[in-house]
């Protein structure tokens, strides 16, 4: 059977975390990062970092949530950071078309600094936002995080690439990549190299991921089983 992972999702949506994992288990899906949002979430996330195996988490602060945040965010960010060598930094980005954007750059910035002080890969949410984003991670060239994921990526194949070659950038497709009317995110998958693939469910349900993987197989005219290890792989890959 082949062996899936689930590079992005929200498991802290479900009561059931444990159930979800044993079925995803059952249909091959064994590991997932499960992404926080907001500080109000990061107990349940670290939670089920430590009681659910297969499950990797990441703490930060959504773009969506930055209005919200507790003003300690960052004090308790780090905290956690530093007591936890495992946990990485997600979810956290830019949304053009949500409220506060000089907030969200600056928490943004912020959480992306200490992903790389702390030598912990990013996730990242970016909506209508990518030539912002490359500012950003060029005014940082020096200091950025180990590797960085894209999720949900469904930038152009310009964009793709300037992440893929100048960053050591990950590219996370979800199920968007389902939707046929997306030709312009299909060819960015067809593009983009196989070693820099993830899928992701970004939901409270991995096995969502297998169907990711079996669109990914078709666009780029590759043999199933060889998409799930690469990706499988990828991913451990971004774990070590
Ligand atoms: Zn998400």
């Known amino acids: 059977m082949q062996k899936y992972f689930d590079a992005h ?18 249909a091959g899906v064994c590991g997932a990062i ?29 773009p969506w949530y930055v209005q919200n945040t507790v ?42 600094d200490m992903a790389a002080e702390f030598s912990r890969p990013a996730f990242i949410h970016c909506v209508g936002a990518w030539n912002r984003v490359l500012q950003i ?3 940082r060239r020096n200091r950025l995080p180990r590797a960085m994921v894209a999720h949900a990526f469904a930038g152009s194949v310009d964009i793709m ?9 990950y590219f996370s497709y979800s199920p968007m990549i ?5 030709g312009r995110l299909i ?26 993987a079996r669109r990914v197989a078709e666009i780029k005219s590759v043999d199933l089983d060889e998409v799930a290890d690469t990706i499988y792989k990828n991913t451990t890959e971004i774990l070590k």
């Open 178 to 182: 389902m939707d046929g009317r997306r």
């Open 187 to 212: 060819d960015t998958v067809r593009q983009t190299p196989m070693s820099r693939i993830l899928i992701e469910s970004d939901d409270a349900d991995p096995t969502k991921v297998i169907s990711v």
């Open 9 to 26: 999702c929200h498991l802290q949506n479900t009561s059931r975390v444990a159930d979800v994992m044993a079925r995803a288990a059952d």
């Open 71 to 112: 003003s300690d965010w960052a004090t308790r960010m780090r905290e956690i950071l530093t007591d936890c060598p495992d946990i990485m930094v997600g979810e956290i980005g830019l949304d053009k078309y949500r409220p506060a954007p000089e907030l969200q750059e600056n928490i943004f910035i912020d959480c992306l």
């Open 161 to 169: 690439r300037t992440l893929a070659d100048g960053y050591d950038f």
């Open 137 to 139: 991670l060029k005014s």
């Open 34 to 62: 499960c992404n926080g949002t907001t500080p109000a979430d990061w107990a349940d996330v670290l939670g089920i970092a430590r009681n659910v195996p297969g499950v990797y988490s990441a703490i930060g602060v959504h």
